[in-house]
C-alpha cells in the first residue's frame, strides 16, 4: 500500500523562521565579541613577551670612575684703584696768646679797653668825639706797628665787579639776593682787608698773657 506525502511548499511557518534568524544573529554577534577578545588576548601576550625579552642594561657598577684633575688656574684680579678720599677738615685750636698779646697793645697804646668798658651813656657826643679820637690814633699806631694789611679787592667800593665761578668763598662774602650759581655781578660795598705781615713781640719765658692791663699803684 502506497501512501504518497505531499508537501506543500506555499505554507510558510513564519513564526519558527524568525526565531531562528533572531538566533542566528545572536550567534553571530557573540561570536564577533569572542574573536575580539581573543584577539586582545592575543596582542597583550604578544607585547609581554617582547617587553620580557628586551634585555635590561645593568648598571656599570664595576666601570671605574674617571680620574677627576684639579687644575690650579691663577687668575689676575684687577687691582681696583678706588677714588680718594676727601681730605678731613682739621680745625687749628687757635692758641689765645696771640689774641691776648693783641688785646694788650690796643690796650697800651689806645686804652681800647678803658673805652670799650666805660659806660658813656652819661658824656655828650662832643666828649665822645674827643675820646674817640684819641683811641682811633692808639689803634691805628698799634695795627701799623704790629701788621701790615692789604685790601683784598683792588676795586674802588661802589664799582661793579663779576665773581667767576670757584671764586674763594672767604675772600668775597655774597649779600643781598643771592640767586642762581657764579658768575656773579654785583656792587663792591667793601674791599675787605688781609693781613700780609705779622709783627708781635715775643714773649718771655713765664710770661702771663692773660694780664692785658696790669693795674697802677701810684706811690
Avoid at 30 to 54: D, H
Wanted: with cysteine; charged share 20%; proline share 7%.
Amino acid at each position: 500500500m502506497n501512501t504518497n506525502y505531499a508537501i506543500d511548499l506555499t505554507l510558510v511557518p513564519s513564526t519558527f523562521d524568525l526565531v531562528h534568524v533572531y538566533l542566528a544573529g545572536a550567534v553571530a554577534l557573540l561570536s564577533l565579541i569572542l574573536i575580539t577578545l581573543l584577539l586582545a588576548m592575543v596582542i597583550s601576550l604578544a607585547r609581554g613577551r617582547k617587553r620580557a625579552v628586551a634585555p635590561v642594561a645593568a648598571p656599570a657598577a664595576s666601570a671605574p670612575k674617571p680620574e677627576v684633575k684639579v687644575v690650579e688656574k691663577i687668575v689676575e684680579v684687577e687691582k681696583l684703584i678706588p677714588a680718594p678720599a676727601p681730605e678731613p677738615v682739621i680745625l687749628k685750636e687757635a692758641t689765645p696768646d696771640a689774641a691776648l698779646q693783641l688785646l694788650g697793645l690796643l690796650q697800651k697804646e689806645a686804652r681800647f679797653i678803658d673805652f670799650i668798658k666805660e659806660d658813656i651813656s652819661a658824656y655828650g657826643d662832643a666828649d665822645i668825639g674827643i675820646a674817640a679820637r684819641v683811641v682811633h690814633e692808639g689803634c691805628n699806631k698799634a695795627i701799623n706797628e704790629h701788621f701790615s694789611l692789604a685790601p683784598v679787592r683792588g676795586e674802588q667800593e661802589g664799582a661793579k665787579v663779576t665773581l667767576p665761578q670757584g671764586f674763594d668763598a672767604a675772600s668775597v662774602r655774597l649779600t643781598g639776593n643771592i640767586v642762581g650759581q657764579a658768575p656773579f655781578t654785583g656792587t663792591l660795598v667793601h674791599k675787605g682787608w688781609k693781613v700780609t705781615d705779622i709783627r708781635l713781640p715775643k714773649l718771655t719765658q713765664g710770661y702771663n698773657a692773660q694780664i692785658v692791663a696790669p693795674a697802677e699803684v701810684e706811690l
